[in-house]
């Protein structure tokens, strides 16, 4: 079948290449020698015990880890073919999008925080461009409906799952390649995590998604690529289904089922 | 301990709790209360209103009225046209006045009377030689009279009156000729000397002050808010910054004094700018607010969550974007808080004053131009102290007037600093 092998083969094209990747804060190593590949179009999850490393490896890929002051990353990350500590780090965090693990709209109206990466960034020539690319971005993360009418009322007023909803969008407004959500329903009820899983499966028709979880039922859900880390190691990164029914690792088999965590 | 005397003791704690705060109240209304009653009557002054028909054969000799020759009369020539006229509508009124001396008939009306009628006449020589109503300063003494400073026992003993002025001044009451009333010029007319505090005005001191504090404005906030930025996201972390903020704190608490002396050596004896003038003051207390309002201006800069700056961040903005999009609007209230109080305080600083000579007995307005700046001016709290030091007490009544004026700009500018708190507060 044609079909599924042009799939494949968009799928088996990497995004971003990390070879011995090691990051400390001050003396204390907190990631050790990761190596992995992730994917285009794929959901990539993150799972492991709190304080392994999950969102110190995420931040290596948008570099906000710079923003750290005694942070040091080593090692190899590769981006469309360059260093990425080769990036400027203000276009590489316009094409690799973050979402926060707590809901963090800035205190203005609900355009403004959608609008605000296309202003900086130049993308749109004029007002009726601008209204168009927030519009398209709140569509995407799925919250247009609920706000259409209310564009210019602050962010903060809205709910949890809507303000985080919010955050997506303001972060695929400057059209990133790659996503990065660092527990992002960890602050939501379920309903609202329901909808923000719906909208993960959606965004990876166009998007890389790395998400970072503490729940393996999450990341069975959402994901088709799985990384599990323990105490700043990547243990085993494999297809989702395969790490959930055949561990390779006793750890993994003893985190997923439960005895440690 | 058993469960009663818990609460006795609760008791005992809240009852010294309200006495406190009863206390505090009680001096409160006292303060407001003696500042009201010495100060309100400031507000009013007796005035006096003649109807004038000013000979020109003694005011203009060479009969051209030329105002550059109408000049060689001087205040004196003025006085005994004055005098002259008082009699004139004192007899149309129907009252006597021969008990008088003819020194006490002059001294009922202000000694700043006659410079006002000759501005008057320079300014307008058509006056002359007909019938226009003018309304003058009445002596201070007779003011003091209806205000119940003077008595007619106490001006038995006073040289600056006589109970027969105080008699005549009681008929020209009843005649409609004198009055008691609302006095705007104590706002606007400038200091006078010792001996007519009748005519003295906040006008000069309120114009120091205004530029003074729009001084502090221009230069305080902007250096404190760079500074406090700086240090706050910018500055690395090491020894030499610790430094410079300890030494932030500790200017905050440094004796106001000394940056008058200060001020002195450095912008007056090194820089030789002129001595008495608002830049000069204005300079003084930029140095004294400066670490009130870096402090405030940090506080709230550090109050803004992290995770707004790291949303910034993450959507590609640079540092300085992030800083002046973001953290710098969110602050922005506590910032104007800050700076509010601030300015507050520099309104009301007198100590620096002093010491750069802006005590100095000033009679002219700095202009309204920005030169204005460096020309003498006084300012509120020093012209306050001022009057408290001279002997009339006509001077301490002005005083408690600009003490009330003082406050009056204090609580609506800590009023405004509230609302704005309140306006603006954020729950993230
Ligand atoms: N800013 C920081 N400074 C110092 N140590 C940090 C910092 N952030 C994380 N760490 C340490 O690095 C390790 C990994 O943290 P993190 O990546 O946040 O773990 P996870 O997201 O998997 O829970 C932890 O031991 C944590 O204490
Ligand atoms: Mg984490």
Known sequence: ?261 | MSLKARQSKEKRFQFAGLAAISIGLLCLVMLFASVLSAGLPAFQQTFIKLTFNLPADKLDKSGNRNPQEMKKVSTIGYTKVITEQLKLNLTKAGLEFDQLSKKELKNMISKEAPAQVRYAVLEDPSLLDREFEMVLLANGRIDGYYKGRVTKKSAELDVMVSPKQLELADQMKRAGILETRFNGRFFYWPDASDLRPEAAGLGVALLGSFYMVLIVLVLAVPLAVCTAIFLEEFAPKNRFTDLIEINISNLAAVPSIVFGILGLSLFINFMDLPQSAPIVGGLCLTLMTLPTVIIAARASIKAVPPSIKAAALGLGASKVQAVFHHVLPSAAPGILTGTIIGLAQALGETAPLLLIGMVAFVREYPSLSPEGIFEPATALPVQLYNWTVRGDPAFVERASGAIIVLLVFMITMNLLAIVLRKRFERRW
């Open chain 1, 1 to 261: 079948m044609l079909d599924t092998t042009v799939d494949n083969m968009i799928e088996e094209k990497p995004k971003i290449i990390a070879r011995d990747v090691k990051v400390v804060y001050g003396d204390k190593e907190a990631l050790r020698d990761v190596s992995l590949d992730v994917m285009d179009k794929t959901v990539t999850a993150f799972i492991g015990p709190s304080g392994c490393g999950k969102s110190t490896f995420l931040r290596c890929f948008n570099r906000m880890n710079d923003t750290i002051a005694n942070c040091r990353v080593s090692g190899s990350l590769i981006y469309d073919g360059q260093e990425i500590s080769a990036h400027d780090p203000v276009t590489l965090r316009a094409r690799i999008g973050m979402v926060f693990q707590k809901p963090n709209p800035f205190p203005k109206s609900i355009y403004d925080n959608v609008a605000y990466g296309p202003r900086i960034h130049g993308l749109s020539k004029n007002k009726a461009d601008l209204d168009g690319i927030v519009e398209k971005a709140l569509r995407r993360g799925a919250l247009w409906d609920e706000v259409k009418d209310r564009l210019h009322e602050t962010g903060t007023g809205l709910s949890g799952g809507q303000q985080q909803r919010l955050c997506i969008a303001r972060a695929i407004a400057t059209e990133p390649e790659v996503l990065l959500m660092d527990e992002p329903c960890s602050a939501l009820d379920p309903i609202a995590t329901a909808q923000i899983e719906e909208l993960i499966n959606e965004l990876k028709q166009s998007y890389s998604v790395v998400i970072v979880t503490h729940s393996m039922q999450q990341a069975a859900r959402v994901s088709q690529k799985t990384a599990f880390f323990h105490l700043g190691n990547l243990v085993e990164y494999n297809d989702t289904g395969d790490i959930f029914t055949k561990p390779s690792d006793p750890r993994t088999e003893s985190y997923i089922t439960g005895r440690i965590g």
